[in-house]
């Protein structure tokens, strides 16, 4: 039963008007606040955050945690298959705020390890409902508009339509990476993978959707598709694949792994924002964890029950990056984990027993 107030949800400039009210009213209250934006909507999510990231620690997780815990399980997938991250093309399928926060997350990191933004930006393919996002398309968001293909990117594909659809562009671009945010289950269809799998002996597939019914294809059809060399990570907890005599492991891209460390860095260091930098330390870290990189062999991301340390390394990356970044003061690196290890909370619960009535 609903308690709270019965109003129609507000929209537009009241919206923004209200949400501009709140923050101030926060500011005022904890002048050195951390806010962390969570499910707001799409059409939102983005035009807040570029308001106020420059304005207070603030960061949305749906668009940057997720952005950051993709990089890493790339980056980790990339350095399992001993390939060059800057050299991948990729697919990205759903151009959400989260699949484009993926995209533009991916290019920072090339910039930041010095590749051009142009350069950077050639070999990312967005795809939507449409097939390809171009330029070309009549209603494309703000955010959109940067990862958007020119026609003259297409010269010498074969494609049917008036844009490629995912067969296409997988057929025509030869990724090596393939991710998926759409929300649409089964689109990573067997033709797709195998298309994709004929171009790229270990293709790195991570359809991201959840809950289970929404995965854009299940760990085990990928396996069999590719004669088991995939590399697999998804958004929903899924079993590992027993195939040919052995046992894949697929780990969960969740931001578990990455927003309670920016949180925990930011805290501990005195961050005034949370920067990009900041960001890339988190996802490095992370890549730096994957015991498919530590040990050549299990899954991409580290096991769950690992957490408190992984974050607590991700928390020391991320203060280090705010210190670099000139938002937080310089600390000592002992007195940087002493504030981490201040800050770090566990939960305890008491044991439940229940009482028949």
Known sequence: RYMGWRHPRITGEDYFAFIGMFIAAVKRR??????????????????????????????????????SV??????????????????QTMVIVGAG???????????????????DAAEASKTIFMVDRDGLVMTTASSLADFQVPLAQPPEMLSGWAYAGATPSLLE?????????????????????????????????????????????????????LIRWTD???????????EPVDFAGRTIPVSQCNNVYIFPAIGLGAIASGARRITETMLMAASRALADASPSVRH????????????????RRIAFAVGKAAQ?????????????TQRITAHFWLPHYRPYKRRAI
């Open 30 to 67: 904890w002048p050195d606040v951390l806010l962390q934006f969570e499910d707001f909507a799409q059409h939102t999510a983005v035009p807040l955050l570029h308001r106020y990231r420059d304005e207070l620690c603030c960061f949305n997780d749906d668009i940057q945690g997720t952005a």
């Open 70 to 87: 993709a990089l890493a399980t790339i980056l980790a997938a990339c350095r399992a298959s001993q390939r060059d991250f800057n050299q």
């Open 97 to 115: 705020a989260a699949g484009c926060g993926i995209a533009r997350h991916i290019i920072a990191c090339r910039v930041a390890e010095g590749m």
């Open 169 to 221: 562009v997988i057929h025509n671009a030869k990724p090596g990476v393939m991710l998926g945010v759409s929300g649409q289950a089964g689109l990573f269809t067997e033709e797709v993978v195998r298309t994709m799998y004929r171009h790229c002996d270990r293709p790195i597939i991570m359809p991201l959707s959840n809950p289970t019914s929404r995965m854009e294809a299940r760990p085990q059809d």
């Open 228 to 238: 088991g060399q995939a590399i697999i990570a998804t958004g929903s907890p899924c």
């Open 296 to 311: 050549h062999g299990g899954g991409l991301l580290p096991e769950i029950n690992m957490i408190c340390d992984v974050t």
């Open 324 to 336: 670099l970044s000139g938002v937080a003061d310089a600390l000592d690196d002992a007195v940087l």
